[in-house]
């Protein structure tokens, strides 16, 4: 089984790239074998697993402009089981021609389809992290996911923005991407006892219901810090609360799809 | 004198929202004519002031498009002295209409010098909110702009994406707008005493000398609290460290502006 993970929200600083590196090692960690791609020009998963683009033959770029497929393109990380391919941008002349080559909406998802088609899958979960942004970076994961999971910050403006997101699913759906459905969508930088998350919890409760994941990931300086040592946080300290949050998300999310 | 700042990071979450209309009402409070425009379709602008968007005529979205100036699309804030004019940009349609009419990047800065060129200038700072890319909105903006203002926030994945968009502004001045400065850049979300923000500081102080900002914005609950309450958090409560630096920030800027 491969389900494809979008990893999406235009608002931006929810914990997109945090999450794509968080949960897939923790998928990785309960034995999945899984593929993390990053489709932000920024380039924020590479530098978040310890691992310089510039050294690497592909990227993202190669595989939108049509030089490599994935897996010509997927290099495995120090965590066992995880492999990475990262946007490999580099300067803005490729930010601008990266841009470009994604006009084509189905270039990714049409390379996930050559993946779907061989005998042996090599992953069972691939993640994509996306730009905070509803262009065509993110229309290429959005055509080429299952599924899209939404981190949402506690704050004000993070409502609007999922709204924003759920109104665009819904043309995906009906022009390109009929089977696109929603993983659902976490709570994260949640602090116990505040205003500001108590409200944010109880009002995602109430508009996202049992799409909102039960695991909720707290703020916690560990998460930030293992970003500056270049590991997940699982790998830094395993029993922080922001590894045991991502471990659990883990859980719920093989516990969602493996039932069936 | 007018002063066009336009508020950018490619990074999501740095506090671009929270500055520009922060900072607008601090240059008010300072007796200075200001307005904000919002080139996010976000619309986290008017969200904060408490306005909506769709009770107006006229937003960023007519004047990219060319069916209303700014001066038609201004509109008066519950605040002296500060006028808005938000995205409005409303639905997904709105939303992808909107990035088309921004291909043409000189939109907005031919509706400025038009403003530039009457005689009694009605503004001292106009403010443009950016969204969380370097995509045609954020281009229509530093191409209107006299100077980039940076909110940085303490964090991993931060320097790297305020090298990216430096790298941008020197293609930028090469190819477009010759002038556009460099306003400074500005500590968010500063923690006194932890790991994460003190090294921040002292990597901003090394990496960007003088172009970094004396005032640092803490980061502080009443920021978050008074975007809850749609007003600039001067207006909640003027006592907080948030609202004084905010103040001070505002200082910083007129002095350095207004000393020639
Ligand atoms: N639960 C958390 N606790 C503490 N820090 C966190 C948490 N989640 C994310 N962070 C930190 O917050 C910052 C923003 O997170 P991140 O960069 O992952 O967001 P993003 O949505 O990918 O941003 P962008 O929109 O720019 O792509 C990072 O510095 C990250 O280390
Ligand atoms: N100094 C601060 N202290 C506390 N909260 C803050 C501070 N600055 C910003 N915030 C909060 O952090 C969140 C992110 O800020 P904001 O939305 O202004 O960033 P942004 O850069 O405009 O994001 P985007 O990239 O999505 O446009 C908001 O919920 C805001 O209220
Ligand atoms: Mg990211
Ligand atoms: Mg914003």
Chains 1, 2 share one sequence.
Do not use: C, W
Request: without cysteine; hydrophobic residues 45%; aromatic residues 6%.
């Amino acid at each position: 089984m491969l389900k494809v993970i979008a990893i999406t929200n235009p608002k931006g600083g929810v914990g997109k790239t945090t999450t794509a590196i968080n949960l897939a090692a923790s998928l990785a960690i309960a034995e999945k074998q899984v593929l993390v791609i990053d489709l932000d020009p920024a380039d924020a998963v590479a530098q978040g697993l310890g691992i310089r683009p510039a050294d690497l033959d592909f990227g993202a770029f190669e595989i939108l402009s049509g030089s490599a497929n994935l897996m010509e393109a997927a290099r495995p990380s120090s965590i066992a089981r995880l492999d990475v391919i990262p946007a490999r941008v580099g300067d803005s002349e490729r930010e601008v021609r990266f841009n470009e080559v994604a006009k084509n909406r189905v270039r990714l998802s049409r390379q996930i389809d050559v993946l779907r088609s061989t005998n042996r899958l090599p992953y069972d979960y691939i993640l994509i992290d996306t730009p905070p942004s509803l262009n065509d970076l993110t229309f290429n994961a959005l055509l080429a996911a299952d599924s899209v999971l939404v981190p949402l910050q506690a704050g004000q403006y993070a409502f609007n923005a999922v709204r924003r997101l759920m109104q665009m699913l819904v043309r995906l759906r009906k022009s390109a991407n009929p089977g696109l459905d929603v993983e659902g969508v976490v709570l994260n930088f949640y602090e116990k006892g505040t205003r500001v998350s108590d409200r944010a919890l109880f009002q995602a409760r109430k508009v996202f219901r049992s799409y909102l994941f039960d695991t909720v990931i707290p703020k916690n300086t560990a998460i930030g810090y293992a970003a500056f040592e270049a590991k997940p946080v699982a790998m830094m300290d395993i029993k922080s609360s922001g590894a045991q949050a991502y471990l659990a998300l883990a859980e719920e999310i093989i516990t969602r799809n493996e039932k069936h």
